[in-house]
C-alpha cells in the first residue's frame, strides 16, 4: 500500500493533507491538515467558529470512537425567545424559517464555535504534528489567494426557492464579510477570481504561535466576544472557555455480513444505520439498481428513519432516545412489512421551506491503516465576520425549534441535531470503507446509497459515489436529472410526488475511501470540486 489517500470537496485541502501523509504524517494529521485548508478555500461550508464529528480508528493504538465538537446553543438562550417569530418550518426538517431572520443571518445565529479546539485535540491526542505545522497550508492560501472553484460560486449565487435568504446576503452579512468576498461595488466575484484573506492569516499565524486556547480565553477570545456585546451577539466568555469536544461510543449495526459503525446523537448516524437496518430485510440486487421498486423501497425506509428523527432524536443530554429500539431489526422488519404492503410513510411538516447543507468532509487512511472520516461545518453560515479575525462564524441556531417543548427545542448549552454520519464499514474486523458527506438532511442518505451501491451493487467507491441519487425527508421524492422520467412516471403512477432538480449530481457531497486486499480507492462526489489522491 501507498503511504495511504485523502479524499474531501477541495483539490487544495485534498494535497495538502497528502502532503502531510508524504512528510510521514499520520492519517489525523492529514485530516486535520485537510480540513483546516477546507476553512481557508471553501469559508461558507466550514470554519475554525463552526462543528463537527470526527470518527476514528486507529488499530495500533485499539482505539475507535468519535470525537465529537457539536455547536451549543449560548448560554444566554430562553426556550421561547423566537416562538412569537415562526413563519414556517423548511419542508425536510432542517431548520425554520423566523421573522427578520434573526436566526439565519447576523449575530444571533450564531451558536458556540467548536471545530478549532476538536482539531487541536485530536493532533494532541493521536496525530505526530503540530498543530503549527498542519495550519501552514492554510496560512499559505490566505496569504497567496485562492481560486474560486464552481461549487463555492454556485452557492454563492443560490437562491432558495422556498423562502430563504439569497445566499449573497451570506456575503453581506457583516462589513467585514464583504470586504473579502465581494468585489468594492457590492457586485459578486467571478470564477476563478483570486481570493486572498490576509486578516484569516494574521488570526491562523497567532495560532500557530500561541495555540488554539487563545481562540478561547486569550486575545482572539476579547474580540470576538467585544464583538458580540456590541452588536447583540449571544456569545459570552464563558460560551468559549466552557465547551470541549466529547469522546462519544460508536452506533453499530450489521449489514448482509459487514458491521457497520457510524457517530451517535446528536449526530445523524442513527439515521444511516436504521435505513441500513430496513433494507437488510429486501433483496435490493434482485431489484435493480434505481429501478421503480428500488427507488420505492430506499424512499419509504428514508421517510421512516426521517419520522423517527423528528420525533425522537437530538442532544442525549436533554432527552431520553430510544437507541435501542430505533437499531433494533425487530423494529426494522416491522417498518420493512409495511413498505412490503405497500404502504406510504407520511412525513408531517408544519409548512414549506427548503434546506440548505454548508458542511464538508474528509477521509484519510495511512499506511498504517489508521482511518479518519471527519464531517465539520458551519451548518448555514451566520455571515458574520469580526473585523480583523477574518473567519465566518456559524449559523446554527437556525435549526433549533423556536417552539418550546420540543425534541429540537432552544435550551443554554443544548446541541441542536446534525445529520452528520462518518461512517466506517468492517468485514472481519477490518475496515472496507470510509465514508460521509455535506448535505444537510440529505446527508444519511447519500451515505446510505454510497454503502448500498459498494456491498450491494459491487461499486468501487468512484462510481458508488457517482452513481444517481435521489432523496426523501418529507413526502415529496427528489431526485437528479439522470434518473430516467419513466421510472418516475411509474411511481408517478402509484401516487407518489417528484420534484425533479436539473442537477446530474445532487443530494449530500458524498466522499469515500474504499479499502481492499489489492488496495485503496477513492471517490469524489463529482458534484463538487474535490478528488482522491494517494500518496
Known sequence: MKKGMVCAPQPEAVEAGALVLKSGGNAIDAAIATALTQTAVDPFMCGIAGFGSMHVYLPGSGTHQCLDFHARAPRSVKPDMWEDKLVQECEDGFGFILEGRVNEVGYQSIATPESLRAYAVALEKWGTKTLAEVIQPAIDYLREGWMIRPHVRRFWEQIEPGGRVEHIEYLRGSPA????????????????????NPDLAATYRRIAEVGAQDFYEGEIASK?????????????????????????ELLWTDYRGHQIASSPPPGGGIMVLQILNILGNFDLGSLGHNSPEYIRVLV??????????????????FIDIPIEKLLSKEYAKEIADKIKSGEKIHVPRLQKGVDQKETTHVCAVDDAGNCVSMTHSIGMPSGVVTEGLGFVYNGCMGVFDPRPGMTGSLAPGKARF??????????????TLLIGAPGGTYIAMGVVQGIVNVIDFGMDAEKAVAAPRFSATSDIIEIVNRIPRFVQEELEAQGYRFRRYPLGFHFAGVHAIRITKDGIDGGADPGRDGMALSI
Open 300 to 317: 419509504e425506509a428514508m421517510k421512516a428513519a426521517t419520522v423517527d428523527k423528528d420525533r425522537h432524536v437530538g442532544d442525549p443530554r
Open 418 to 431: 446534525t445529520s452528520m454520519a462518518p461512517t466506517m464499514v468492517f468485514k472481519d474486523n477490518k475496515p
Open 224 to 248: 470576538i466576544v467585544a464583538d458580540m456585546r456590541t452588536n447583540g451577539g449571544l456569545i459570552s466568555e464563558d460560551d468559549l472557555r466552557y465547551g470541549k469536544p466529547e469522546d462519544t
Open 177 to 196: 464579510t464583504a470586504k473579502i468576498y465581494l468585489n468594492s461595488d457590492g457586485t459578486m466575484k467571478n470564477m476563478g477570481d483570486i481570493i486572498r
